[in-house]
């Protein structure tokens, strides 16, 4: 099932391109034909590429790393803002700072920055500080909340971009190219699709097509959210049968060690007719008979017989 239909593009203005003249000629496989100096965008192809980077980023967020939404115009910005919050996604809609990806632990330290500052305040040495020194501060935070605030839970590089449109953040793009991070974006007719490595044929200027589009791919970022939350509670309940499973060795063991082998009871081990089976000889029994018979001979060879012992007595009574 696809996640849009023809008429829903349509209805949204997705089909709308750029003026004649100001085309790309890399986008000639994606337009469909020109009509009063304006390109129209080929839908079925928009179809097609929005299920590809839609199964794309589903799996990127199915497998836990982040996507960074890229969207400073300002028919993208409030679009963004409300459809990214909802799936917990970093994001920029204000000015791109340059060095975002390649000068990524710079852009680290700033955020801290603004944690730290957090933590003033909760610590109370805001007080001790004079009032000048505070709105100062207050300021700071206040600036580096609007340009860091909304990437302050990317920990590391994004494993994914997403822009909205290419011509305006070409520096993103650049960045993204330099790190080999693959990038997806809307690509209307006056860009060019072959820096892109999932580019969406559609109109970037109307704000209908950019929600429409932002929507869907929203949508497949939950439904891989969704699905790993599945897969982590599965690999939980495995894990507790497996702990059950270990247990139960470890009883065998404490009955073996008691005497009973495994798969045998305690009354199995006597003969049908009630008495217990002879045990058998054990090599510490051999060697106790083996020693008692050795004693025996000592004290036959060392003891002598009554007639000699009473010859010696009588001989030694002549002497």
């Known amino acids: 099932m696809s996640r849009t239909s023809f008429e829903e593009l349509l209805d949204a203005g997705v089909h709308f391109g750029h003026l004649k003249r100001k085309w790309n000629p890399a986008m000639s496989p994606y337009i469909f034909m020109e009509r009063n100096g304006i390109h129209i965008i080929d839908l079925h192809k928009t179809i097609v590429k929005i299920e590809e980077a839609a199964s794309g980023l589903k799996q990127i967020a199915k497998s836990g790393r982040k996507i960074l939404f890229v969207a400073t115009k300002k028919q993208a910005k409030d679009i963004v803002d409300e459809r990214i919050k909802e799936v917990n996604m970093p994001y920029v809609s204000e000015r791109w700072p340059g060095g975002m990806l390649t000068n990524f632990p710079t852009i680290r330290k700033s955020v801290k920055k ?53 011509m305006k953040e070409y520096i993103a793009v650049r960045e993204a190219k330099r790190l080999n991070i693959p990038v997806f974006a809307i690509v209307d007719t006056n860009s060019d699709p072959r820096e892109i490595d999932f580019p969406v044929p559609a109109n970037d200027d109307a704000s209908k097509s950019i929600d429409l589009i932002i929507r869907i791919m929203a949508k497949a ?30 009883k065998r063991r404490i009955r073996a060690r008691k005497g009973f082998p495994e798969g045998k009871k305690e009354g199995q081990g006597e003969n049908e007719g009630g008495a217990k089976p002879a045990r058998p000889r054990t090599r510490t ?23 000699a012992a009473g010859e010696k007595s009588d001989s030694e009574v002549k002497e």
């Open 114 to 166: 603004m944690a730290v500052i957090d933590k003033m305040e909760q610590d109370g040495t805001f007080s001790n500080l004079a009032k000048r020194e505070r709105l100062q501060i207050m300021r700071q935070r206040a600036k580096l909340e609007k340009n860091f605030g909304s990437v302050a839970d990317l920990t590391r590089l994004p494993a994914a971009l997403f822009v909205v449109d290419v």
């Open 221 to 250: 970022i939950q439904e891989g959210l969704d699905e790993r939350k599945v897969e982590k509670e599965k690999d939980v309940t495995v894990k507790e049968k497996k702990g059950e499973n270990r247990e139960k060795p470890e």
């Open 285 to 307: 029994d051999e060697k106790k008979v083996g020693s008692s018979t050795e004693a025996e001979a000592e004290t036959a060879v060392e003891k002598p017989s009554g007639k």
